[in-house]
């Protein structure tokens, strides 16, 4: 009797174990929905950001009489220090442009010197190079040479350097362009 029993068992064992584990799987119900606010909080932060940012640039502008700014369609600023009245061409897509800059903070205090950068070579949009530059190099012909304020999505964004700029910040750079050699 005593085997009867403990077969009995077992199958009664092994049928609970059979329709146990041959349940179909249910899915999980998130423990917490999230409705997009964070996303919505990041675009009105940044919006803010900017908005600081351009009337600060502004606010420099507006103490410079000395200097006609152009506000670029790329969403930056700048001027001539140096213009060159010939029908020289500018930078296109390729060329090879050499150049030499600066970058200062909106308080014109010397973040990197154009001696400590040196003299940059840079193919036209096939590198890698701040957008406010990229877009600022191809305004300038062979000679030239303008100042531009960059607010900090156009310069280093949210990372900066990692060395010197910092997060978010608005920055002023003199461009001289040294050579245009179009290979196009």
């Not at 940044?46 to 009489?65: G, R, T, V, Y």
Request: glycine share 6%.
């Amino acid at each position: 009797m005593n085997l009867q029993m403990n077969r009995f068992f077992y199958i009664l064992i092994s049928l609970v174990f059979l329709f146990t584990a041959c349940k179909t799987p249910e899915a999980r119900k998130p423990i917490k929905t999230s409705s997009g606010s964070y996303i919505d909080y990041s675009v009105e932060k940044n919006k803010k950001m900017i908005a600081e940012e351009e009337k600060d640039i502004l606010e420099i502008i507006e103490n410079d009489s000395l200097n006609k700014y152009v506000n670029s369609e790329q969403g930056f600023w700048y001027y001539f220090n140096h213009q060159v009245s010939s029908d020289t061409e500018k930078a296109d897509f390729g060329d090879l442009v050499e150049f030499e800059y600066d970058i200062k903070d909106l308080n014109g205090k010397i973040i990197y010197s154009k001696e400590e950068l040196g003299p940059q070579k840079y193919y036209t949009d096939k590198e890698e190079l701040i957008s406010g530059l990229r877009d600022g190099i191809k305004l300038l012909k062979e000679g030239e040479t303008a100042t531009f304020l960059f607010p900090s999505h156009k310069a280093y964004g949210y990372y900066g350097d990692l060395k010197k700029i910092g997060t978010n910040m608005p920055i002023i750079s003199t461009v001289t362009i040294l050579n245009i050699e179009q290979i196009n």
